[in-house]
């Protein structure tokens, strides 16, 4: 045993268990022995500091636990003095790694047989190391590999964000913005939190994937799984993987909070279902388009909406805005491509942009929004009333906000036409001048043919968007009354208690049973 490991290792002296050597080592304890029998295997890494190679040196400590006897001790030096012998022989030819001490030593019949080895005191993490055993019986030797710094280096892109714990503390509040946080905080804390479920990234085969599309911010992939046949299809989303957007605290911010929606909303059929989220990727319910692209498929197409078609597709709006708002955070972004089609439905998606709304402190009700950051396309009337100057600008609360937003949405329901000119969407004047016709309570025109209209869907239609363009914010309904109006008047009008609000004018067969 001693000429074999005389081949690989080298054995430097030690005093006995528990004492000091006299050399300045520290003293070994009992308890930090790898033990195999009666013997222990200690491994020491060498001290590599200098770059220097260690000193090969050789000698066997024998301690003896217990009292032996004059002959069984001749016969033990002369094992000894043989086994000095071959190992100085090896020495010129051994490319040392790591050193071994081994010891003969009385088993504590009280405690568990160990087999293995333990580094010495002054061991160093991170170690890289390879693992080898010649067999059962044979102890594992530990190899010191090299270890490189360029190799560090060259890992990590040279332009990567340095990312830090802080980005994943369970607090948002410094990237939520327009509160006043001296008097605010947020209504619960899983609004500040996300619930990750990273394996089903690592369960899925993402070599599989079919690029779909890019927005503003995210590229969405499809993703399929057939089970017994059937085919199911998901998506993926994660940032733009053209690169334009880095990875910062406040992108994370943004893929946590529409998780965290979609999680918190998932008994809702207005909004799509989640089914895996991790840093800044979700996988998701899988929709064929968004409400900008059906309506204009459909007007290429010269296919009309009935009026009872349009009123449903408005309780899809104000449904999933009251949904979204149930759980206590607004959207903040409304617009067409944020409402996906599903089975017959329209669906909203994308919580980027998401606002939590948070508490008073001392009274407990609902903070109002003192500030604004977004732009002016598309914007609420106190946002416009914000960012114009207007002196009679009052905070709302953040629901109100969305509630408003959502009156655009009806109107490009009810009339197929936009308050908000795409077209122009970058002309600030042109911005600036629609924007200051709102603050001064002058509303897009509604076609005389609707406007007239004694058809009871219009009316309906026209009588909600009355409720969303309240011109004072207190005298605004809730997105849920607005919702529950126009389902009672679709029940009204359908003499059905439970009428369907499913809609497939472009004929593609969405319909179910």
Known sequence: MVGSLSRLLRVRRRGNVGASSGSGEPPLHPSSLAMSGGEVLELEQPDSSNNQRPEKRSTISLISCYPIKSFAGVVMLVVVLHANSLINSANNSIDDHITVTKRII?????????????????????????????????????????????????????????????????????????????????????????????????ETNLSEMKFLTSGTIRSVFELSESIDGHVNKFVYKNLDFNGRHDVTPKRIDQERKDAVVLERTTSSKFIPSIHAYCSTVVIMEHAPRDMESYNEKRLARNITISPLDRLKIGI??????????????????????????????????????????????????????????????????????????YEGFTPST????????????????????????????????????????????????????????????????????????????????????????????????????????????????????
């Open 106 to 202: 009385r088993p504590d019949y009280d405690s568990p047989s160990i087999r293995g080895v333990l580094h010495s005191v002054d061991r160093k993490f991170p170690r890289t190391v390879n693992i080898s055993s010649h067999g059962m019986n044979e102890p594992t030797i530990l190899t010191d590999v090299p270890y490189s710094k360029d190799f560090e280096r060259n890992s990590i892109p040279s332009k990567a964000p340095l990312i830090t714990p802080e980005w994943y503390e369970p607090n948002s509040l410094g990237l939520v913005g327009g509160y006043n946080l001296k008097k605010c905080k947020p209504k619960h804390d899983w609004q500040s939190k996300s619930f990750p479920n990273c394996n089903m990234f690592h």
């Open 316 to 389: 899809h709006i104000a449904s999933g805005v009251a949904d979204l708002h149930s759980v206590d955070f607004i959207h903040n972004d409304l617009h067409e491509q944020q409402f996906l089609y599903k089975d017959g439905l329209f669906k909203l998606n994308d919580f980027n942009f998401a606002k939590p709304m948070y508490a008073d402190k001392y009274t407990n009700g609902t903070c109002t929004l003192p500030k604004f950051t977004m732009g002016l396309f598309g914007r609420s009337l106190e946002e416009l009333q914000y960012k114009t100057g």
């Open 398 to 513: 953040p629901d109100k906000i969305d509630v408003w937003i959502m009156g655009n949405l009806l109107y490009t329901i009810l009339t197929d036409l936009q308050v908000w000119n795409k077209k122009t969407r970058g002309d600030e004047n042109i911005k600036l001048k629609r924007a200051k016709r709102i603050v001064a309570g002058k509303r897009p025109q509604i076609p005389k043919r609707i406007e007239k209209s004694n058809d009871p869907s219009h009316v309906a239609m026209m009588n909600a968007l009355d409720m969303t363009w309240k011109y004072n914010w207190k005298e605004r309904p809730s997105a849920r009354a607005i919702a529950n109006y126009l389902i009672g008047e679709l029940r009204t009008i359908t003499s059905e208690a439970t009428p369907d609000i499913r809609i497939d004018f472009l004929n593609e067969g969405s319909r179910k049973v």
